[in-house]
């Protein structure tokens, strides 16, 4: 009777689970990271991820003798470490260099259409999609490559969409010194376009709109110029 509880109760919180990450929700706006998250060294993860690769490959009945799949542990670790989770580590977090607002601009600033490769963490799958930013200068300006750069360092990381909009309007308002800034991201997972549900067509549609943007009128504007007819 107690084990069989237990058991009921284990695949309870396995259904929990499941649906917690199908459903996609997000618990935090900040990127949930351990104390210990920087006291190994890209190349101590590199060697510890390779073995943990191998180990899902060979439990998975792969024999990574063949040629084809030898140097694949490797090549995943790295791509973990170096590239798709690169954003993890503070250290590439793109510099804030601002400028004085030189030409008195005070209308909306918008940058559309910048590429989101990212990651979703509650199946290790692609995100892939676009951000819309906007923001209204109150005397500094940023360049426009800053904005795509933000966007990849906080997609490179296990994501949330959801979060990954609050990150990238957050770390804005910070480096411009207003809260007015909005982004909307429109992007495709492929947790949902090819496995669950299996939808190829849907996209999902996440927004953020700090200071002045949550005026109707300010926010009409920014859509206006955005028209999400985004293709991918
Ligand atoms: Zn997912």
């Known amino acids: 009777m107690h084990i069989t509880e237990s058991i009921m109760k284990t695949e309870k919180d396995i259904e929990d689970f499941d649906a917690f990450g199908d459903d996609h929700v997000g618990a935090s706006t900040n990127t949930p990271l351990r104390e210990d998250a920087f006291e190994l060294s890209s190349k101590e993860k590199i060697e510890i991820i390779k073995g943990d690769v191998r180990h899902i490959m060979e439990t998975l009945g792969l024999d990574l003798t063949d040629d084809s799949l030898n140097g694949t542990p490797k090549r995943v670790a790295k791509m973990f470490v170096n590239e798709i989770f690169s954003g993890l580590n503070p250290d590439k977090k793109p510099k804030a260099s601002t400028f004085d607002n030189k030409y008195q601009y005070g209308e909306m600033l918008v940058e559309k259409n910048i590429t989101v490769y ?110 999400l007819d985004t293709n991918f």
């Open 118 to 227: 990212s990651t979703c963490e509650h199946h290790l799958l692609p995100i892939v999609g676009r951000a819309h930013i906007a923001y209204i200068s109150n005397g500094t300006v940023v360049g426009l490559s800053k904005m795509n750069r933000i966007v990849d360092y906080f997609a490179k990381r296990p994501q949330v969409q959801e979060r990954l909009n609050i990150q990238i309007v957050k770390e804005l308002q910070e480096v411009l010194g207003t809260k007015d800034v909005a982004c909307i991201i429109d992007a495709k997972h492929l947790c949902v376009n090819s496995r669950g549900i299996r939808d190829i067509e849907s996209s999902t549609v996440t927004s953020e709109f700090g200071g002045k943007f949550k005026e109707k009128e300010i926010k009409r504007e920014f859509l206006d110029y955005i028209k």
